[in-house]
């Protein structure tokens, strides 16, 4: 399945989107519900994505997407954990011997799908994991219909989805919350706070000067400016004329301090 780009335009749907989210009035009981059961263990989340440098709501709510919160099943897809995964990815983890532990299951997950190298964790960059965990059928096949593994009991999701590997149908409906309305609504219960989007500004507002030494944010800035297409920039932590010139196709500016501004 091909890849689809963190661009800046969907970093604004998922703002966007998350900004209008309304919880459906017929289910916030079963919202309610089920962030009581993920306060109940945030300790072992924290636990796991303390370890990986991941938000432990983001594990919780991938958790309650895969698994239904069971801590008895390996977080890939809500295989037992007393043998190695059997659906899709098959074969996890693939060291160690069965019956696994949640948390040694769930490091596998993580790391499998490369989260531990992941350092955009503001809201658009959480929720563009988060749908990727799921894979992206619906934006490639069915563009019509956002996705309720974010959306579903929202005001943003009605109906249609998968229901399998690879079947649709126009008339089935999820009856599984989406991960972005539970976040939605701990955000609104003040359970969470999300991260703040990576500091990457434009023209006078630029704090990452251009320079030829090493500045302790261009690692990050140069990271966030090779996801966009054509642009192959070393991460090597100097704002050098280079990743400038990434920044200006980006943004339209070179980096404050350019002589070429």
């Not at 209008?20 to 009981?29: F, N, Y």
């Not at 350092?119 to 960059?125: E, V, Y």
């Not at 959480?126 to 579903?152: A, D």
């Amino acid at each position: 399945m091909t890849m689809i780009p963190l661009t800046s335009a969907l970093k604004d749907e998922y703002q966007r989107l998350f900004d209008g989210c309304i919880v459906s009035t017929t289910k916030a009981a079963q919202v309610e519900f089920l962030i009581k059961k993920i306060i109940d263990n945030k300790d072992r989340y924290e636990s796991a994505g303390n370890a990986l440098g991941i938000p432990w709501y983001f594990i919780a709510v991938i958790h309650n997407m895969e698994s239904s919160l069971n801590f008895n099943t390996h977080l890939h897809n809500g295989d037992p954990l007393t043998n190695r995964t059997v659906h899709i990815p098959a074969g996890r983890p693939p060291n160690g011997n069965p019956p696994f532990t949640w948390e040694e299951s769930a490091a596998d997950s993580l790391t499998f799908q490369k989260l531990n190298s992941w350092s955009d964790w503001s809201l658009p960059g959480l929720l563009y994991k988060i749908e990727g965990y799921n894979g992206w059928g619906y934006r490639q096949h069915h563009p019509q219909v956002l996705s309720p593994y974010l959306w579903s009991f929202s005001n943003n999701y009605t109906g249609g989805k998968y229901v399998a590997d690879g079947r649709w149908s126009d008339t089935a409906v999820s009856n599984q919350c989406g991960a972005a309305v539970i976040l939605r609504r701990m955000a609104e219960k003040n359970d969470i706070t999300f991260a703040a989007v990576p500091a990457v500004s434009t023209g006078e507002e630029a704090f990452i000067k251009f320079s030829n030494k090493k500045n302790q944010y261009a690692e990050e800035l140069q990271t966030f400016l090779n996801k966009f297409p054509g642009i192959y920039v070393k991460v090597d932590g100097v704002p050098g004329t280079r990743t400038s010139d990434a920044f200006k196709k980006v943004s339209g500016y070179y980096l404050k301090g350019d002589p070429r501004q």
